[in-house]
């Protein structure tokens, strides 16, 4: 082959390259199934379906989202991920914040009940911080 052959096989096999690279980052996001939005606060899974609780996360301005006690009973459904995303151009904005994902997969037949505690800003003074609990109800038949 002469050198001038050579540039568009090597031109072929660089973008085969970085698609395949795509096509892997894209398939590291966890499958979020179902997604209950703001006003959701149930869903009727079977076993094997996955779901999604989202809620708006900002930590700069004081939100701090975890998943309290009583926890979940782990044969009915279970934890699987918690990712964050932000719109695109995020990083331009100081205190930007994003959708937190917490994703969970029904295991087994039962009913059981998650809940979200948001410790807004610093939520044991009543006078600067809030607290809010959001209990979901998952039903597996």
């Keep these: ?7 568009p096989l090597r031109a072929v096999a660089l973008i085969a390259v970085l698609a395949a690279c795509l096509a892997a980052s894209a398939s590291n996001q966890p499958d979020r199934g179902r997604i209950l939005g703001p006003d959701e606060r149930s869903v009727t899974l079977t076993p ?27 044969a009915v459904v279970a934890a699987v991920d918690q990712v964050t995303d932000y719109p695109p151009g995020y990083e331009k904005y100081i205190g930007g ?8 997969e029904a295991k087994g037949r039962g009913t059981t009940t998650i809940t979200l505690h948001n410790c807004f800003r610093i939520c044991d003074d009543p006078e600067i911080g809030k607290d809010v609990y959001n209990t979901y109800t998952v039903t597996v038949r």
Excluded: K, Q
């Excluded at 082959?1 to 540039?7: I, Q």
């Excluded at 989202?54 to 989202?65: L, M, T």
């Design 97 to 104: 914040g994003g959708t937190a994902y917490y994703i969970f």
């Design 1 to 7: 082959m002469t050198p001038l052959t050579r540039t």
């Design 48 to 74: 094997g379906d996955r779901f999604s609780i989202a809620v708006e996360d900002n930590a700069s301005i004081g939100d701090d989202w975890s998943i309290v006690d009583p926890r979940a009973d782990t």
